[in-house]
């Protein structure tokens, strides 16, 4: 079955780098997302990347994926105390699934 | 263009109490969502809905109901609230089913079940 998997909070001083991680089990794996939630909204996608790409850039954000591993980060750089949210993972599948699964999301926390 | 709107945005319920959470979309979006989310657990996916008078079944479905009469709008329906139906619901949309189509999000229902 499908699973994603990431860690629950991520602490990182304004100014440095901030990477969030996440693993998947799926290996049909064809579309992964990253959305923001910001304190009391909904989700905003970021960005995706398709399974056939190693990385992508945008702006501030690195998405890399390591397909061996099933492994996808995102990469915050001169990290900002507005970049403080939820972000979660999201994975869809080949296969016919229109419905993606998502990440518990991670808590990312930005101090002074 | 609002995107995804929902109504109400909080709500405080007796256990045992009905109410219905409207989810609206001025996208003409096919694909409708309405997912639960609670602390540590992520998101969770209650029913959807491919298109104008149908729904399916999600993950977390017992103890809601829910009706796409119209193409642009998706409705929850809670019979008898339970306090563990305490939660923020999102209703989302997306233009189709292809591999691409990213998901747009309401702002969300916070419910609390006394």
């Known amino acids: 079955g499908e699973d994603v998997e990431q860690s629950l909070f991520l602490s990182v001083r304004e100014g440095d780098s901030s990477v969030i991680n996440c693993t998947y089990t799926?290996?049909?794996?064809?579309?992964l997302y990253w959305y923001k939630q910001e304190p009391g909204a909904g989700l905003q996608l970021l960005t995706y990347i398709f399974s056939n790409m190693d990385m992508k850039q945008d702006q501030r954000l690195t998405v890399l994926l390591n397909k061996k591993d099933k492994h996808l980060s995102l990469r915050i750089a001169d990290t900002q105390t507005g970049d403080s949210a939820i972000y979660f993972c999201?994975?869809?599948?080949?296969?016919?699934?229109?419905?993606?699964?998502f990440g518990r999301g991670t808590s990312l926390i930005v101090h002074p | 263009n609002a995107g995804v709107t929902q109504t109400p945005k909080f709500r405080v319920l007796k256990t045992g109490q009905s109410m219905t959470l409207l989810c609206a979309q001025d996208m003409n979006h096919e694909y409708m969502y309405w997912y639960r989310q609670d602390p540590g657990m992520g998101l969770r996916l209650i029913h959807y809905?491919?298109?104008?008078?149908?729904?399916a079944k999600g993950e977390v479905p017992d103890g809601y109901n829910v009706s796409r009469l119209k193409k642009q709008n998706f409705l929850l329906g809670l019979e008898s609230a339970a306090p563990s139906q305490t939660s923020v619901y999102f209703c989302?949309?997306?233009?189709?089913?292809?591999?691409?189509?990213?998901?747009?999000f309401g702002p969300g229902t916070r419910l609390l079940v006394l």
């Open positions: 999201a994975e869809k599948a080949s296969g016919g699934s229109y419905i993606p699964t």
């Open positions: 799926d290996s049909s794996s064809t579309y």
């Open positions: 989302a949309s997306s233009s189709g089913p292809l591999r691409a189509e990213t998901q747009y």
């Open positions: 809905s491919v298109g104008e008078g149908t729904t």
